[in-house]
């Protein structure tokens, strides 16, 4: 019984892990975008002042 | 008919301007020679076992090996602007793809004539019986993995890595053709009646029409945008 | 509105999930063979099935972009491919842990596993190509030629390796997949599955607005341009 455990715990921690990895990717892919697109709109408008 | 005749014209295009040069073809059979000798390495060449797996050595020894043919194909196109020059001319997308398909589709039979003989004789396999299936076989094999991979070369042709991203995206797809190729060869070489496999040849045939057909029908939208 | 949905998608699958964790561990009965190990099934085969529907999924957006040429079919065209990857590696990750304690062997090439594979390397392939091009359109095009290939081409892989299989011998499958399941693991099964859609839904929501995110950066970067 014991034995079988640790397979069940390897296989349900792998599974978090790449969720949680993934949600993690998307979380920071998602500043890094939203960081772009202020500096660009940032440009935009000292563009337009000039 | 206009795709007839536009299909000749670019295959026999393609195919002359290879028999110049003979580069492609000269390269494929040499890395063909190159891994029956790795084979070699692999494992034992003259044990029962390396008599079940034939079909599928040879397979392999074919998809790497044409794998270079297929990137060529629409390669060689972009110096000079030639691939815009042929998208430009009267001739729609799918004789281009047909012609160039059918280019291809020689140049790996001829490879695949050439390296099988030199496989029977490396691996003491008997390729003569039944040499009508056979080529039958090599024919429905090379034309499912020409269409799909001659499709995939003019999709790549601009891409970063193409030579690895074809193999990448071509082999998944044509799996079913492998596949059955391999059962159908692997059969044949030992011998066997062929009848119980004719359910790989329909699967042969049933996906050289389908990607034929999706082939034709993408192929506009590959070459223009 | 596309916030909402997806907030409400989020807590759903967060909820649901809870429910499935508790459903799995505290309430479905042991299995008589396989003991412990065999809840592994509740979390592992849901995924497959979730990353099957993506690739469909693609398709039918990658059909409906090259007609209409909506940049938002290709949002979700790449929004379910690149979901649809990770649930397909859920699968294969924890399918291992599962077939070392009751078949003795970490792997096997059987049909479902071999597809499993398979679909793992076109969403693969997808991806890399997708990040290989920078043209936003010959690289929405182009993955969408490649998806309606992979698609097409998955389900003949599937079943072609069903017969290609059969043909060879392969470990006999310890029960619990299908063959005279107790109902309520029917029910738990069912659940998690669709537990599992719901989050795939959640994440295709949260990837989609990222693919958007990533538009209007794309069209600010040509009026800069323009403008300079």
């Known amino acids: ?50 | 008919m206009d795709v007839l005749r536009g299909t000749f014209i670019i295959a026999f295009k393609d195919l002359r301007v290879e028999l110049r040069s003979k580069e492609v073809i000269n390269a494929a059979l040499s890395f063909a020679l190159v891994i029956l000798l790795l084979f070699s390495f692999a494992f034992d060449p003259s044990a029962e076992e390396t008599r079940e797996i034939s079909g599928g050595l040879l397979w392999l020894v074919f998809i790497f090996a044409g794998i270079l043919v297929l990137n060529r194909s629409f390669a060689r196109e972009t110096v000079n602007d030639c691939l815009d020059g042929l998208v430009a001319s009267p001739l729609s997308g799918a004789p281009i793809l047909l012609g160039k398909a059918v280019s291809n589709t020689v140049l790996l039979l001829v490879l695949e004539l050439v390296t099988l003989p030199i496989f029977g004789i490396f691996y003491n396999v008997r390729w003569t019986v039944g040499l009508g299936w056979l080529l039958l076989v090599l024919l429905l094999g090379t034309w499912g993995l020409t269409v799909v991979g001659t499709l995939f070369s003019a999709l790549t042709v601009n891409v970063s890595l193409r030579e690895a991203m074809l193999p990448l995206l071509v082999f998944p797809i044509t799996l079913p053709i492998l596949m059955a190729a391999v059962q159908l060869t692997t059969t044949l070489f030992s011998g066997e009646p062929i009848a119980p496999d004719m359910v790989w040849l329909r699967v042969l045939i049933g996906c050289d029409i389908i990607f034929t057909v999706l082939a034709g029908a993408l192929v506009e939208s590959v070459l223009v945008g | 509105m596309k916030n909402r949905s997806s907030a409400i998608l989020a807590a759903a699958s967060g909820v649901m999930l809870v429910i499935t964790l508790y459903l799995t561990f505290l309430w479905v009965p042991m299995e008589r063979t396989m003991g412990v190990v065999q809840r592994i099934f509740y979390f592992h085969v849901p995924p497959f099935f979730v990353a099957g529907a993506a690739i469909l999924a693609g398709l039918v957006a990658s059909i409906r972009f090259l007609i209409t040429r909506d940049y938002r079919f290709d949002d979700l065209a790449v929004s379910a491919i690149e979901v649809g990857w990770v649930f397909d590696s859920i699968n294969l990750v924890m399918g291992p842990f599962w077939a070392r304690p009751v078949w003795g062997i970490w792997w096997t090439w059987d049909a479902r596993l071999t597809s499993a594979f398979v679909l793992w390397l076109m969403f693969a392939g997808y991806l890399i190509l997708r990040r290989a091009v920078d043209d936003p359109s010959a690289r929405a095009v182009m993955c969408s030629v490649v998806v309606i290939f992979q698609a097409v081409g998955g389900v003949i892989v599937y079943m072609a390796n069903r017969w290609w299989r059969t043909q060879h011998p392969q470990p006999v499958m310890g029960g619990g997949q299908g063959s005279g399941l107790d109902p309520r693991m029917w029910y738990v099964f069912l659940f998690s599955l669709a537990t599992m859609l719901v989050l795939f839904g959640a994440l295709l929501q949260t990837r989609r607005r990222l693919e958007r995110l990533r538009r209007e950066i794309d069209g600010l970067r040509r009026t800069v341009h323009s403008e300079a």
């Open chain 1, 1 to 50: 019984m014991e034995e079988n455990f640790k397979w069940l715990w390897y296989a349900f921690s792998a599974a978090w892990v790449l969720v949680v990895a993934y949600l993690f990717s998307l979380s920071r892919r998602e500043s890094k975008l939203r960081d772009e697109l202020e500096s660009l709109k940032l440009m935009i408008q000292e563009k337009r002042q000039k």
